[in-house]
Each structure stands twice: as structure tokens, then as C-alpha cells.
């Protein structure tokens, strides 16, 4: 029976195969079952957790019921620009003579027999061939360090093949019952995706995966007797121990060797195991020495692709946030192998309160503060702003940061809503500048439109006035022509000659209005039964009363014609102003400032080729191509007007 005296403690490293402070836990009993039923089992767990010692135990175990078992730590196969051929030799001859002396030799001599196998298929045919025909005992191949092979050089070792290949050994066995009788186990700190990312040819899909968990209290009670010479319920010591460990191994063997070889019998038991934990790892000068806070100091900062993932989750732990634990989170998966949080009930919690006091909110600040980020000054004034439209990134600062956050595995959340909430912010001002173009454009087309149509319009009534004006002048040019006419109609009538008709008059620069009135006054003649005098007076009559119509109308349409160029104006003025209230509201939207330049030649050349597009629908629809230049001179004249009396100002714009 272990006595204070006798009884050790030890705070990392592989205990001894009879190592009275050892701690059994179920993971010891779950992989010697596996391994018994022909499971391919793997170890992954954080550092410091005590997978060599399970795997010295557990080979232990096997060999006492007959198994061969072998092991190789794959650390003692240098790395540095190894050759698939020597990494598999070397793989091979330790595992080799780990079985027998005669193995081994056996082993090297077939493999330079076999070099023009490849080194995958060798090391396939090698095991089911000669070593399994070399004994008629279950052999069980231990390999740790397994994480070490991340270090190799994949163009000249493809890890992929080795893990592939021992997938192919356990697929075999149908062929192959002898196979049965081969099982292995990898053991590391790393995740079945690091080792191995081919999902059809893993052999962690077909393995079970060993979980070493905390000590339980119960589990614990081993680790009394090293105790018991100090005062108080021992029981109670381990409680207080386990409280502030959580069970975690190496620090759990840590405190109880400190406890045991310093006691301080004067102080109660809580009092004397606070003392104890300050001392050893939450001192500012001791603390950051223990060798277990700086392995886990380690591997929190020196994930390049997921250090600030893994920082910022455990910060929201620090902060009291519930985290549901996600086993297809590769930031997560890496932050539990750090060993500072581990799982409870389906969610990630600190792995204990020495790591929650240690790695406190303060630290995990810092460490995050230590990492350059490229979005840490403008992140943090848009988290300032409460998350304002304003404070989102634009222009070529999205460009560069949505650039350097493509292909990281280490984006924050907060990072990533601020990338995302600026893209859509960036989307949706251009919708926006497009909106107010398209309806700066439009309401610039409605007023060409307007333009337009009332410069046609007083054209087009400018031209029928300029028509009758001239047709009136030549009534009035040939009157004496008329009433001579008028007198002979009269005398040929009187005269008893035949009736006249029209065809047989010629008026010079006559139309059709001469016209009509001379053929009403021959059918007036020819019908006239009246004297000379009475038909003269009558024929004078009626010509000066279709004359003074027509003068009067002649008048009334240069009457119009100034009226239309007053009401045109007005009208003009009218659409300016409607203008200017459309310009004045793009003026208003900072956006179309700095995004939409727009010079005075661009605001006329802009108008020009509405106007132009307009002038097409009109002469498609009237037909009136004769009149297009003059049309589109005219109206330009207008729209030179207008850009006048708009008086837009460019600098203004800018």
C-alpha cells in the first residue's frame, strides 16, 4: 500500500506502466474493447492529456492476452526533406522490430527486393504478407505523434496515400480474413480534416474516435494517498482540487504534487488550495513559466488560419456567451485541442477555472490586439456608430479589404457581418445612383419633351401666320387684277357672251383661296340676271366681305403668332422652374455629388439627344422630314435658353 511517502505525482510526460498515481478513466477501458473487437481506433485529442500513458497501459494490457503490439513515434523520423521511399523504410523497420529482432531483418531485406513498388503498396503488401504470416497472434500497430506527418513535404511524401493505405487494409479483410487479426491506432494533436481531407478514402469515417475526458471527482480518489498526511478530510482536499482544475490532467497532478511536498497545515483546506493555485499558476512571474498555460498560450496564437477564430470564440465564453459546440467547425475543433475549453452537455465551456482566471478577459484582449487586422480601426467605429449606413466601407477600402478577407479561415463574425453589411450598402447606393440618374435623365426628357412640343408648336403656328400673312399680301398685291376682272365678268354678262368659267382665268402668284373666291364670282356672274351696276355693286360686295375675312384671319393668326411667343416663354419659364426643382432635388443627394459628374456641355448634349430621339418619334409620326433641321435648330436655340435660365452652376454640382 502507497504511503504519502511513496506515493508520486506526475505533471506530464508518459506515466510508468505501474505509476501509482495514474488515473483510470473510460477511455481506457473504450479503446481496449474496440481494439479487441478489430476497430481501427484513433487518439486526437489536446496536449497533455495523457494519451501516451493510455497507450503504454492499454499495449500493456493487449500483450499480457497474447496480442503483439508495436509502436512508433513518428517525431523520431526526421521530416526535413525525406523521401517517400525512406519515410515509409523508416515507418516500417521501427514498427517492424517492435514485433521481433528477425521481423526486422526479414523487413529490410524485402523492402530493397520490392523498390519498384511503390512505397504505399509496399508498406500494404508488407504488413498482410510477412508480418501477419511472421506470427498467429492479433497484432495492434500504436502510431503517435501523428500530427507530425503535417510537417512533411507533400510532393514528396503524399500523407493522403499513407491514410488511404490503411483505409485499403481494413477494406481487405473481406478478401482477406487474415486481416482481421491487424488492427492500428494513431494517436496526435489534430483533427481527422488536417490528417487527411478525402472523405472517400479516409480511414476516420470506418474508426472510432477515442475522447479523453477531464478526471472525474470519483475518478480523482486514486490521488488520495499522496494527501493523506495532510490535515482535513482528504476527500474534501481532492474536491477543492477538482474544483479548481476541472479534473484536467497535468494541471490536476501539478497541484496535488504541490500540495503534497509544501503543505502548509496552518490554513484551512480551501484557503491552503487557493494559495497553492495563486502561487503556481496565477502569479504574474510563475504563471506564464507552467509549462501547461504556455503550451495552451501556444496554440491559441499559433494558428496563422484560425488564431483569431479561436480567440474571439473563447472571448465569447470570457464574456459569458453560450456556445453550442459544432464538430463541422474547424475553429472550433482547434480551439478544443488547445485543451482550454473542452464539451458539456453539447456545448464548449472553459476547460477550468485556473485556464478562466489565467487566459482572463484582459489576456484574450491583448493577444487578439497582437494581430494585425486589416478591418480593426474601421470595425470598430461602425460597432461605435451602432452600426451606421455611414461607417460602412466604400470605394476602393471595400475593394482591398472584401480582397484580403477571400480564401481566410480566420474572419471573425463581426468581421464578416461588417464585409458583408458594407457590400450591400455598396449595392445599394449604386441602385440608388442609378435610380437618380434614371430619373434625372427622365425628368430632363419630360421637360425636353414639353420643350419640344411647345417649340413645335409655335413654330409650326409661326409658319401657318408667315403663310397667310404673304397669301393676304397677294390678295392685297392683286386687287386691281380683281376688280378689272370683276368689271369684265360684269360687262361679258351684260353683253350676253357665254358663260365664263374659271379655267379661262389667269391671277398672278394665284392659291387655292384666290381661287375659290374668283369661282364665286363667276358662279355669281353667271347667275346674275341683275344692271350692270347691280351686279358690279353686288360682285364688289361680296369680294370685299370674303377679302376682309380673310385679312381678319390673317390678322388673328400674327395676333396668335405673338401670343404663342409670350405663352412659349411663360411656358418655358414654367418648365425651369419645374426643372430647377428637379435639380435642386438632385442636388440635395450627396451620392449623385460624388459619383455623377456632370459638365455644362454634358447637360446640353444630354438634352440634344433626347431631343434628337424625340424629333425621330415626331417625324415618324407626322411625317414631316422637311421640317427636321429646322426643327431641331430651333429647339436647340430653346435648349440653350433654358440651360440659361437654369443657371447650373458645375462647381456647385461638384
Known amino acids: 500500500m502507497d504511503t504519502p511517502e511513496t506515493f508520486e505525482y506526475q505533471a506530464g510526460g508518459s506515466l510508468p506502466l505501474h505509476f501509482p498515481g495514474y488515473v483510470e478513466r473510460a477511455a481506457d477501458q473504450e479503446i481496449y474493447y474496440q481494439l479487441k473487437a478489430g476497430q481501427f481506433c484513433y487518439v486526437l485529442t489536446p496536449r497533455q492529456m495523457g494519451k501516451s500513458s493510455l497507450r503504454v497501459r492499454t499495449m500493456q494490457r493487449l500483450m499480457q492476452e497474447g496480442y503483439q503490439c508495436s509502436f512508433v513515434d513518428l517525431t523520431s523520423i526526421d521530416s526535413q526533406q525525406i523521401t517517400a521511399d525512406s ?30 513498388v511503390t512505397p504505399v503498396a509496399r508498406m500494404i503488401e508488407f504488413l498482410q504478407r510477412i508480418l501477419l504470416t511472421s506470427t498467429d497472434q492479433p497484432v495492434v500497430l500504436f502510431i503517435d505523434e501523428i500530427d507530425s506527418i503535417l510537417s512533411l513535404d507533400q510532393e514528396l511524401v503524399n500523407t493522403d496515400d499513407f491514410f488511404a493505405g490503411i483505409r485499403a487494409l481494413y477494406n481487405a479483410r473481406v478478401d482477406n480474413p487474415d486481416l482481421n487479426r491487424l488492427n492500428l491506432v494513431v494517436i496526435g494533436v489534430a483533427t481527422p480534416r488536417d490528417l487527411m481531407q478525402d472523405i472517400q478514402r479516409t480511414p476516420f469515417n470506418i474508426g472510432v474516435p477515442i475522447q479523453l475526458s477531464h478526471f472525474t471527482l470519483e475518478e480523482m480518489q486514486v490521488l488520495g494517498p499522496g494527501l493523506a498526511h495532510l490535515p482535513g478530510n482528504t476527500k474534501t482536499l481532492l474536491a477543492e482540487v477538482h474544483h479548481w482544475t476541472e479534473g484536467q490532467p497535468v494541471l490536476t497532478q501539478t497541484l496535488c504534487r504541490a500540495l503534497a511536498q509544501h503543505p502548509e497545515p496552518t490554513k484551512e483546506l480551501p484557503t491552503l488550495v487557493k494559495a497553492k493555485v495563486q502561487q503556481l499558476f496565477l502569479n504574474p512571474e510563475s504563471g506564464p513559466s507552467d509549462h501547461n498555460l504556455s503550451n495552451v498560450s501556444n496554440r491559441l ?33 482547434y480551439l478544443r485541442l488547445t485543451g482550454i475549453v473542452r464539451e458539456e452537455k453539447g456545448h464548449l465551456v472553459i476547460a477550468s477555472p485556473i485556464y ?49 478577407a477571400q480564401g481566410r479561415n480566420d474572419l471573425l463574425p463581426q468581421e464578416k457581418e461588417f464585409i458583408e453589411f458594407s457590400r450591400k450598402e455598396k449595392d445599394r447606393l449604386a441602385r440608388l445612383r442609378t435610380r437618380r440618374i434614371t430619373l434625372a435623365t427622365f425628368v430632363l426628357s419630360i421637360a425636353t419633351i414639353v420643350a419640344i412640343f411647345f417649340a413645335i408648336s409655335a413654330y409650326r403656328q409661326k409658319q401657318r401666320a408667315d403663310s397667310e400673312t404673304q397669301r393676304a399680301i397677294k390678295y392685297s398685291n392683286n386687287l386691281q387684277q ?40 363667276i358662279v355669281g356672274l353667271n347667275a346674275s340676271t341683275s344692271t350692270l351696276a347691280d351686279s358690279i355693286s353686288i360682285l364688289r360686295t361680296d369680294y370685299e366681305n370674303s377679302l376682309q375675312q380673310y385679312i381678319q384671319e390673317s390678322e388673328r393668326l400674327k395676333t396668335l403668332l405673338n401670343y404663342s411667343k409670350s405663352e412659349r416663354e411663360s411656358l418655358l419659364s414654367n418648365q425651369m422652374d419645374s426643372i430647377n ?60 435658353f433654358i440651360n440659361k435660365s437654369l443657371d447650373i452652376s458645375i462647381d456647385s454640382i461638384e
Open 301 to 333: 496564437q499559433n494558428q496563422p488560419d484560425y488564431n483569431v477564430k479561436m480567440l474571439s470564440l473563447y472571448q465569447q465564453l470570457v464574456a459569458g456567451e453560450t456556445l453550442k459546440m459544432d464538430n463541422t467547425s474547424q475553429a472550433q475543433l
Open 87 to 116: 519515410w515509409y523504410f523508416n515507418l516500417l523497420y521501427k514498427l517492424s522490430g517492435g514485433i521481433s529482432r528477425e521481423l526486422r531483418k526479414e523487413f529490410h531485406t524485402w523492402w530493397r527486393e520490392h523498390d519498384e
Open 482 to 521: 380683281i376688280d378689272s376682272l370683276i368689271y369684265t365678268f360684269a360687262s361679258k354678262k351684260i353683253q350676253g357672251l357665254d358663260t365664263l368659267t374659271s379655267d379661262s382665268i389667269v391671277i398672278k402668284d394665284q392659291d387655292t383661296i384666290q381661287v375659290e373666291i374668283i369661282k364665286n364670282l
Open 356 to 404: 478562466a482566471h489565467f487566459f482572463d478577459s484582459a489576456w484574450v484582449t491583448e493577444a487578439l490586439g497582437r494581430i494585425e487586422r486589416t478591418l480593426a480601426q474601421p470595425l470598430a467605429l461602425w460597432l461605435e456608430s451602432g452600426k451606421d449606413h455611414k461607417r460602412a466601407l466604400q470605394g476602393s477600402a471595400f475593394e482591398d479589404a472584401y480582397a484580403w
Open 581 to 640: 426643382y428637379f435639380m435642386d432635388t438632385l442636388l440635395d443627394s450627396l451620392e449623385l455629388y460624388n459619383s455623377f459628374k456632370i459638365s455644362n456641355d454634358s447637360l446640353i448634349n444630354m438634352l440634344n439627344d433626347s431631343l434628337s430621339n424625340q424629333f425621330y418619334m415626331i417625324d415618324s409620326i407626322s411625317k414631316e422630314k422637311i421640317l427636321l433641321q429646322s426643327k431641331i435648330n430651333y429647339l436647340r436655340d430653346s435648349l440653350m
